[in-house]
C-alpha cells in the first residue's frame, strides 16, 4: 500500500483548486494542442459528480451548447487544467445528479445554496 502511494505522490502536479461539489457551476480553464500551437478553452457547465481519491479523482461537468447536452469528464490532477473557477455554489441532496440529464428548460435550474 504505501509503495502506491508513494507513486502517487510522485505524479502529483501540485496545483491547489477550489472545493467543489455536485450541483455547482464551474469554469475550467483547459490547455489544448492543435499542432504546434497551444491554446487556452474555458469549460463552463454544472458539476454532475465528484468521484475518486487522491490522484485518481475526477469530476464530470455538464454543460448545454445550443440544444445538445455536451458532458465532459476531467481528471483532476490533469496538467492541462490551468484554473478552476467555482462561480455557483448548487443546493443538490445527492452527491450523483445524473437526473439533470432528463431534464430540459426551467426543470433544468439548480437552486443556489445560502450562506
Known amino acids: 500500500m504505501d509503495l502506491i502511494k ?7 502536479t501540485g496545483n491547489e483548486f477550489p472545493e467543489f461539489g455536485a450541483g455547482d457551476t464551474i469554469s475550467v480553464s483547459y490547455k ?29 461537468i455538464r454543460k448545454m451548447s445550443g440544444n445538445i447536452g455536451v458532458e465532459r469528464i476531467i481528471p483532476l490532477s490533469s496538467p ?14 445527492r452527491a450523483r445528479i445524473f437526473y439533470l ?5 426551467k426543470k433544468a435550474r439548480i437552486k443556489e445554496r445560502r450562506f
Not at 508513494?6 to 502529483?12: K, L, V
Not at 489544448?32 to 490522484?55: A, D, L
Request: charged share 35%; hydrophobic share 35%.
Open 101 to 105: 440529464r432528463a431534464l430540459t428548460g
Open 32 to 60: 489544448i494542442k492543435e499542432g504546434n500551437k497551444e491554446r487556452t478553452q474555458v469549460f463552463r457547465g454544472v458539476v454532475i459528480q465528484v468521484k475518486g481519491q487522491g490522484t485518481t479523482k475526477t469530476f464530470t
Open 80 to 93: 492541462f487544467i490551468e484554473k478552476i473557477e467555482v462561480n455557483k455554489r448548487g443546493k443538490v441532496r
Open 6 to 12: 508513494i507513486a502517487e505522490q510522485a505524479f502529483e
